[in-house]
């Protein structure tokens, strides 16, 4: 890892700023390149290199993703040197063009197969350690939930697919050359059907903020009757997948988003635990 840091922050002061996110920036570096530099918070629990060797892993298998070139740190941030993909993320077209969704959502689905195609190197953690350590963090007003979760998870299998994490359309950008998949640090290891689970939270739960009222309207209308449905047959027309454990994880997974704290997302989150198969008592 390179950490010159006299050079590299004189650099960085320098270098524009080609967008801004909730963990990391990303700077221009180099033509054709950019530095992804995750926030301090961000950079003091993700190792890069464990990014880098899951990014290579998956583009040995035909999985589009940006090449990295080093890993380097600023002061007390890590960041990533990769191509830069210009274009737009998968959810433009969606909110641009709705009638192009089930395409977008067969494609999205295919990629995400194509993930779980490779095993996870042996560096990656394990999803059930990660799952574990959040539901650790729960509010304890919300401690019948973590009970039951942490019981649920100890109970679900574990697994050696490769997890992307954080796969939702706007990590999917749509490249000169086709989609390619970026935003690579929450990388685990187990199985497919626990990712799947993520995705579906993510998609279930949460709306782009930058997002008008009416392509909120647009967005929930498409998701529930064709994204969801799009990505299911997409995901398996590459891969099978255990529905029942994929409806298992989801339940986990919910409760492992609400220990996350995303504020904005807390009441659809409880709406979906309330009308989950759940506990009773939830």
Not at 113 to 135: F, K, M, Y
Not at 211 to 234: D, E, H, K, T, V
Not at 244 to 251: A, Q, S
């Amino acid at each position: 890892m390179t950490s010159d840091n006299g050079s590299l922050e004189q650099r960085l002061g320098a270098a524009a700023i080609v967008g801004r996110g909730a963990e990391a920036d990303v700077y221009e570096w180099g033509e054709g390149r950019v530095l992804r530099l995750y926030s301090a918070a961000v950079s003091a629990r993700r190792d890069p290199e464990i990014e880098v060797t899951a990014m290579r892993a998956v583009a040995g298998v035909g999985v589009p993703v940006p090449e990295v070139y080093e890993s380097l740190r600023i002061g007390d941030q890590v960041g990533l040197v990769m191509d830069r993909v210009d274009g737009p993320s998968m959810l433009g077209p969606v909110m641009r063009a709705p009638w192009r969704t089930p395409a977008m959502a067969r494609q999205f689905g295919e990629l995400h197969a194509s993930i779980h195609g490779r095993a996870a190197p042996s560096e990656v953690p394990s999803i059930h350690d990660e799952v574990a350590g959040w539901l650790a963090r729960l509010d304890p007003e919300d401690g019948h939930l973590r009970e039951w979760a942490e019981h649920e998870l100890g109970e679900l299998p574990t697994g050696t697919a490769l997890h992307h994490g954080d796969f939702h359309p706007e990590n999917v950008l749509l490249g000169a050359d086709g989609p390619v998949v970026i935003d690579w640090p929450g990388v685990k290891s187990g199985p497919p059907e626990a990712d799947v689970a993520r995705t579906l939270v993510l998609l279930e739960g949460s709306t782009p903020p930058h997002a008008s009222w009416f392509q909120r309207l647009l967005i929930g209308l498409f998701r529930n009757r064709a994204f969801l449905p799009g990505y299911r047959r997409g995901y398996l027309r590459r891969a099978d997948l255990d529905m029942r454990l994929v409806r298992r994880w989801r339940m986990v997974r919910i409760i492992e988003r609400l220990a996350e704290g995303p504020e904005s997302e807390e009441a659809t989150l409880r709406r979906l635990i309330n009308e989950s198969g759940g506990p009773r008592d939830f």
